[in-house]
């Protein structure tokens, strides 16, 4: 199963970009890369994934690098409510297990005033 | 996105009792369900996958005669904790898929065992 590594905290100023880096170096060619977040005693939030393309949602956009060997989460204008812990995460398996998600500890996003 | 609900959203029990925890999908049919437990500062930790019709495939270390997973339709999955202790104390999160989709995740359950 490919692991991604995060770093454990960011700081950023609201209303300024906020970019969340992630590596994957073993990941394979079959699987995507998706990124959650979880705002304190909630459930996980789906923000976006992507195999190859760089993809836009109304939340973020991601970035992957030629290579997939690390990914970048785009949040161009972070407020005070994307304060949470990010998690991305390389989705394993297929079929009838539906790709489960290993999670890892993340990268908790603290937006500042 | 679609809508995964939970319920209860918080439970309190005593030392001995088993508890039983509801996730529903309310807007897409879910052929898989997914069950995690997360402890405290910890990050989610998968117990259990689950798809509509047949036996739950648990995680490793995962005791399956202690957490009971039912997935009877394509709408509902739950949870059953037996003979609950302190340790079983946890938050509960459930998620769901469509056919290998993206999964979405329930709010969550409090469990307090006294």
Known sequence: ?113 | GAVVSQHPSWVICKSGTSVKIECRSLDFQATTMFWYRQFPKQSLMLMATSNEGSKATYEQGVEKDKFLINHASLTLSTLTVTSAHPEDSSFYICSASSLADTQYFGPGTRLTVL
């Open chain 1, 1 to 113: 199963d490919a692991k991604t590594t995060q770093p454990p905290s960011m700081d950023c100023a609201e209303g300024r970009a906020a970019n969340l880096p992630c590596n994957h170096s073993t990941i394979s060619g079959n699987e995507y890369v998706y990124w959650y977040r979880q705002i304190h005693s909630q459930g996980p939030q789906y923000i976006i994934h992507g195999l190859k393309n760089n993809e836009t949602n109304e939340m973020a956009s991601l970035i992957i690098t030629e290579d997939r060997k690390s990914s970048t989460l785009i949040l161009p204008h972070a407020t005070l409510r994307d304060t949470a812990v990010y998690y991305c995460i390389v989705r394993v398996g297929g079929g009838n297990q539906g790709g489960k998600l290993i999670f890892g500890q993340g990268t908790e996003l603290s937006v500042k005033p």
